[in-house]
């Protein structure tokens, strides 16, 4: 024993150090291991079973993209007569940036927006127009200001509004009705045209065909008959016939040799 110990000391070497070295890799693999399994425990989502979100309801999508598209087919006459000037003083707050709405009031990167309606095409006094602005001539209507409003590059190619439109044409009217009170003396509105009424089905008889009593025949001339009432006709009772009274016939002379008296006998 001794001369073991002796000889352990002597060499100054371990013979157990390979095996402590490969048991403390084993031991922080194990470790590693057994975290990164419990943190997968306790970390991992949960998968859904249909993968994706859900969308909005079709059917609210549907019915929004409808009412637009009704408002979108309604001429501009038919959205002006319910629009909203307040409103659309309201919308027009995003224009306040290039444009004033005094009367009088000073140009800014756009023209004062005051009496608008009737003015002419780029002809505001003071400010310098596009040349695709001025050659579009003609007088603001109600009908140029909702398709400028709608999308401005597109009504004037060229222009130098840099302005992407309204495309809500509800909005759109507000805005165009709210410009118009923007007068001294506002342009009237375009009145929506009257619809027309329904046309009476092909071979209806009108009120008049049927109420209207038939006018008395001339003098001279043969009533014709009208056309048969529609009601039921009563059937003609059944009657009996009765026997003819068998009349009398001529009554024939008496035969004189029948009514003759006898004759006396002779004596």
Not at 49 to 56: C, E, F, Q, R
Not at 202 to 215: D, L, M
Request: proline share 14%.
């Amino acid at each position: 024993m001794a001369s073991v110990g002796g000889a352990h000391g002597a060499g100054g070497k371990d013979p157990l150090l390979g095996n402590k070295i490969a048991g403390a890799v084993l031991g922080a693999m194990l470790i590693a291991m057994a975290l990164n399994i419990g943190s997968g425990i306790i970390y991992t989502p949960k998968k859904p079973v249909v993968p994706g979100y859900d969308l909005p309801a079709p059917e609210a999508n549907a019915s929004a993209g409808a009412s637009d598209q009704q408002a979108q087919a309604d001429p501009l006459p038919v959205r002006l007569a319910s629009a909203d000037a307040a409103k659309g003083q309201s919308a027009a707050k995003k224009c306040l940036a290039c444009h004033v709405f005094e009367k009088g009031g000073p140009n800014k990167i756009g023209p004062d927006l005051y009496g608008i309606v009737g003015r002419h095409k780029g002809g505001h006094e003071g400010f310098a127009y596009s040349a695709a602005m001025k050659a579009k001539g003609g007088e603001w209507t109600f009908d140029d200001l909702d398709q400028f409003l709608a999308n401005p590059k597109g009504y004037v190619p060229g222009t130098i509004m840099a302005f992407a439109g309204i495309s809500n044409p509800k909005e759109r009217a507000d805005v165009v009705k709210y410009l118009q009170t923007l007068s001294d003396s506002p342009v009237p509105l375009p009145q929506p045209a009257a619809a027309e009424a329904p046309a009476a089905p092909a071979g209806a008889p009108g009120p008049s065909q049927s109420q209207q009593p038939a006018s008395p025949p001339m003098p001279g001339q043969r009533a014709e008959p009208g056309p048969a009432p529609l009601q039921a006709q009563p059937q003609p009772a059944t009657t009996q016939t009765q026997p003819q009274a068998q009349q009398p016939g001529p009554t024939r002379p008496a035969d004189p040799a029948q009514t003759a008296p006898p004759a006396e006998p002779k004596q």
